[in-house]
């Protein structure tokens, strides 16, 4: 049974850090992209980062760009998101997503279907 697991959410005022960790157990997903979605209460679900099989190519979206980094480590099977400068319209819960067939470059524009595995969410709460 595959199972992606976040961890790391919690409450930080803004200008704050967290750093947000998946872990993935069922299959090795050394060959898969990777990524994170959030949504915000009465939003949608929307992409955040994704990170290629090997790691080389990385994307955000433009809101997060030179305040998050994504980065993964296919040997403990888990990616991570390091969130700095972190604002308030950051608050929401993170998904951790993961898919062997869709590139990396093609989840911001991705419906959220085609995307096939994903955990239950961490909540980030930023505090102005």
């Known amino acids: 049974q595959v199972q992606l697991v976040e961890s790391g959410g919690g409450l930080v005022q803004a200008g704050g850090s967290l750093r947000l960790s998946c872990a993935a157990s069922?299959?090795?997903?050394?060959?898969?992209?990777m990524g994170w979605f959030r949504q915000a209460p009465g939003k949608e679900r929307e992409f955040v980062a994704a990170i290629s099989w090997s790691g080389g190519n990385t994307y955000y979206r433009d809101s997060v760009k030179g305040r998050f980094t994504i980065s993964r480590d296919n040997a403990k099977n888990a990616v991570y998101l390091q969130m700095n400068s972190l604002k308030p319209e950051d608050t929401a819960v993170y998904y951790c997503a993961a898919d062997p067939i869709k590139g990396a470059g093609s989840w911001s524009v991705a419906a959220l279907a085609a995307i096939h595995y994903w955990g239950q969410g961490t909540q980030v709460t930023v505090s102005s």
């Open positions: 069922g299959r090795t997903f050394s060959s898969y992209a």
